[in-house]
């Protein structure tokens, strides 16, 4: 053979995707010599013939879709004369490869439904594009033999296919058929087992209105039908979860479309590999009103698993689908462990043999300003890597929606969703996530890092850790993760939270801070005011009114947090009191808006301070509630204006968890850039807490001036 030859390094998420055999059949079909391995984090590609022009273009054009390609590079080297293409043994080099769990891909589901098919109504079918992976780990390098598929004994037609280079299940470690492979059973909330079809027994127990707990991908989850207002309210009351909304699954992308108005780009994130929950806007009636009470938004997802696309194709009605744990409790994986702490909450139990080795719960994610973003990072996104150049470190996260993170080689690496560390199953659950990043990606730390808070559970954690520990203020975190996210070192940062300790002991969460590097400065924030009850304002929106309203107290500490504005004016309003879950006063009070109105309060920026005080003032007098909270919505979005304006930072990141807001987000935006600045916001990391950990990690960068200290303002 002769022509050209290239070598190709390929880096990104291109392991156990299948995307060597995806490069053996394209060499084949162009008739090109050379071969391919994976080497640490990359494919190494070697290719010679004719067409090596015409490989390079459909490499990047025609890759599995599960795959996440970041550069391509290419050099042409000494031609060997070879016409055979071969998939070499694979370096494990200094980078270990872990990859995320991945929905059911087309080719596996159109054979799970197809007679003919051997995996015809196998709920596990599998192949390198799709299934269990991340969950499934029980340590590096990622073969069958590490992974909780190791008890399964691969059949010889199973095997043929593992060893076949030209086939979608080549080296797909957890593969497996009905002859081979895990099974079902079926169980009351007794755990006694229930003869006859699992998945039979399943299907008409929804039908019935019972509440169905499901081994998933990454943990247990509850199901009840989504049209049934009774028995919404039978799971709500059995989980004590009153009134957060509830996520909702569809067997397919039209139905869906029944239930919610889905964009195009919102079509496509639903059938994505990572299969999030995505937020989009629910039609009127479609749903039962107690899925997303008062709310314009409904999360729905799609099946991610065989086991859900066989089950929802049983009842052909939407079911709620929403994570297998009580309240404030991590999820459960384990069957035994299930029926013991789920059995006062469902009433029949679809179970598996296939262990679960880490839970994962379902990621959430929408498509805001064009573009998607994530919420909750977790199956089908963790773990996520991005560059970030600095010495080995942890990262322990926040308290609120924890996600610890490690550094190793000049990259980042954010670990899945915790949760909120209000007891000793999530500390576990967090010390068990950090120990398997180490482990994962042999890091060795050298140093920790943690929030101010000094009486958070992760920075109790840090200090177990037996390594230097430095604190880093909490909103100064939100915003170096950000900028790490988009390569940036210096921006305007626009941290809006509901609470995060500030270097002068008081709550911050109005703060707009100039960012150099791990430098930074509070050149403006929201007037501060007392907070009664102090963190017991956050559970009842009526206290953060009471303190705008001038109230003292001796557990009354002072705020700067937007976050706590949101929810005095709610409760001045009259759309919330108590709080039954984090955000609900900021959520009910963006759903109130009526988007036609432009006009905004008063919201004055005199000596670096947002004075709220006319715009409570006028909110007063205000006659319709839409008015006012559309009103109160325009004027923060004003206020970030007249604050960038007077920095002059071109470039403005928005970040924490206010910014989930999407009526004050996409608003935002659209006006920083009608003004000529150049605004960013997270995306691949979430905008709230599960993030701090990544902005934790860059401010470790060996220089002992990083932000945990503010410069007076």
């Not at 190494?44 to 067409?51: A, N, T």
């Amino acid at each position: 053979m002769s022509g050209l030859r290239l070598r190709i390094v390929v880096k990104g998420a291109v392991q156990g995707v299948g995307f060597r055999p995806f490069v053996w059949r394209l060499a084949q079909e162009l008739d090109l010599g050379g071969h391919v391995r994976n080497e640490g984090g990359a494919v190494i590609i070697e290719v010679e013939g004719l067409r090596t022009a015409e490989f390079l273009t459909r490499l990047g054009q025609e890759h599995p879709r599960s795959a996440r390609v970041d550069q391509v590079a290419f050099e042409p080297c000494e031609p060997l004369g070879e016409s055979a293409f071969n998939i070499r043994e694979s370096r494990q080099g200094s980078r270990p490869d872990v990859i995320p769990d991945l929905a059911t891909c087309p080719d596996c589901l159109r054979e799970l439904f197809d007679p003919a098919s051997r995996f015809f109504g196998y709920p596990f079918v599998n192949c390198t594009r799709c299934g269990p992976r991340y969950s499934i780990l029980e340590r590096v390098p990622y073969d069958r033999a590490h992974t909780t598929m190791a008890a399964f004994a691969m059949c010889a037609a199973c095997r043929a296919e593992y060893d076949n280079p030209g086939d979608r299940r080549f080296h797909a470690q957890p593969t497996a058929c009905p002859a081979c492979g895990p099974a079902l059973s079926f169980s009351d909330a007794s755990g006694a087992i229930l003869d006859a079809s699992p998945l039979k027994l399943a299907a008409a127990a929804l039908r019935e209105g019972l509440i169905l707990a499901v081994k998933g991908l990454g943990g247990f989850q509850l199901l009840v039908d989504a049209t049934r207002a009774d028995v919404v309210a039978r799971l709500r009351q059995r989980k004590h979860r009153p009134d957060k909304p509830l996520a909702v699954m569809t067997r397919d992308l039209a139905a869906a479309q029944l239930c919610a108005h889905v964009s195009p780009q919102e079509a496509e994130l639903l059938q994505s590999p990572a299969a999030p929950i995505v937020l989009v806007a629910s039609k009127a009636g479609a749903l039962a009103a107690n899925v997303a009470p008062g709310l314009l938004e409904v999360g729905l997802m799609l099946p991610t698993t065989p086991l859900h696309h066989l089950l929802l194709r049983a009842v052909e009605f939407p079911v709620v689908c929403t994570s297998g744990n009580l309240s404030e409790e991590p999820l459960c994986i384990d069957n035994a462990e299930a029926l013991q702490r789920l059995g006062v909450v469902a009433d029949r139990f679809l179970l598996h043999n296939r262990p679960i080795r880490r839970a994962l719960d379902d990621s959430v994610a929408r498509v805001i300003d064009g573009a998607p973003q994530v919420l909750r990072l977790a199956r089908g996104y963790a773990p996520l890597l991005l560059p970030m150049a600095g010495p080995p470190a942890i990262a322990v996260g926040a308290h609120m929606k924890n996600a610890p993170a490690i550094r190793v080689e000049d990259r980042a690496i954010l670990g899945q969703h915790v949760g909120d560390l209000e007891n000793t199953l999530a500390l576990d659950a967090l010390r068990q996530t950090a120990a398997d990043l180490r482990q994962f990606f042999h890091a060795v730390p050298e140093a920790a890092a943690c929030d101010l808070h000094p009486d958070y559970g992760s920075t109790r954690f840090a200090a177990e850790l037996g390594l230097p520990v430095l604190p880093v203020q909490h909103h100064a975190a939100h915003a170096l993760a950000c900028l790490a996210e988009h390569g940036l070192d210096s921006a305007l940062a626009v941290v809006w939270d509901g609470t995060g300790l500030g270097p002068d002991g008081s709550v911050w969460g109005g703060e707009f801070l100039q960012i150099r590097g791990t430098r930074f400065s509070r050149v403006a924030h929201l007037l501060p005011f007392r907070l009664p009850g102090g963190d017991a304002a956050a559970r009842d929106a009526r206290r953060a009114l009471s303190g705008l309203e001038g109230a003292q107290g001796p557990s009354a500490p002072l705020c700067s947090s937007v976050g706590r504005l949101f929810d005095g004016f709610a409760a001045l309003l009259g759309l919330c009191g108590p709080q039954s879950y984090e955000g609900q006063a900021a959520m009910l009070l963006e759903a109130a808006v009526a988007p036609q109105r432009a006009d905004a309060y008063a919201l004055p920026l005199a000596d670096g301070q947002l004075d709220w005080r006319p715009m409570l003032a006028a909110a007063r007098k205000e006659r319709e509630t839409g008015v006012a909270a559309a009103k109160f919505h325009n004027a923060l979005v004003e206020a970030i204006l007249a604050v960038a304006r007077t920095v002059g930072e071109q470039r403005v990141a928005l970040c924490g968890g206010c910014f989930q807001n999407r009526y004050l987000t996409e608003r935002a935006l659209r006006r920083l850039r009608e003004a000529g600045f150049a605004p960013v916001i997270p995306r691949r990391v979430p905008p709230n807490d599960g993030a701090i950990a990544l902005g934790q990690l860059a401010a470790l960068t060996g220089d002992a001036d990083v932000p945990c200290r503010a410069r007076p303002h």
